[in-house]
């Protein structure tokens, strides 16, 4: 009976093979995935600074679109009071 034990046994193990994690795939896996990190983080990080740089980008903009106005609006205040000060030197 030891004999078939033993040969029912190795029959077993060819036709469901152990499946052991060597250390040799375990350090392949963590080596893949700190790969795949150290390519994705810049790509991530750089995505990022450009979102955040582009939005003070547009913040600026907007503030430098307000203030062209408002200097708009100024000059021809100024025009204005000058055009009066003309009028008036000429009357007085």
Excluded: C
Excluded at 5 to 22: A, G, M, R
Excluded at 40 to 56: E, M, N, V, W
Excluded at 73 to 84: A, D, H, P
């Amino acid at each position: 009976m030891g004999h078939k034990t033993e040969l029912l046994n190795e029959v077993d193990d060819v036709i469901n093979p152990k499946k052991e994690l060597d250390l040799n795939y375990f350090f392949y896996v963590v080596l893949s995935v700190f790969f795949a990190i150290a390519l994705l983080f810049p790509k991530i990080y750089i995505q990022q600074q450009i979102y955040f740089t582009s939005r003070d980008i547009a913040k600026l903009k907007g503030e430098h679109d307000t203030l062209k106005e408002e200097n708009r609006l100024i000059q021809s205040s100024v025009e204005e009071i000058r055009f009066k000060n003309q009028i008036l030197d000429t009357l007085f």
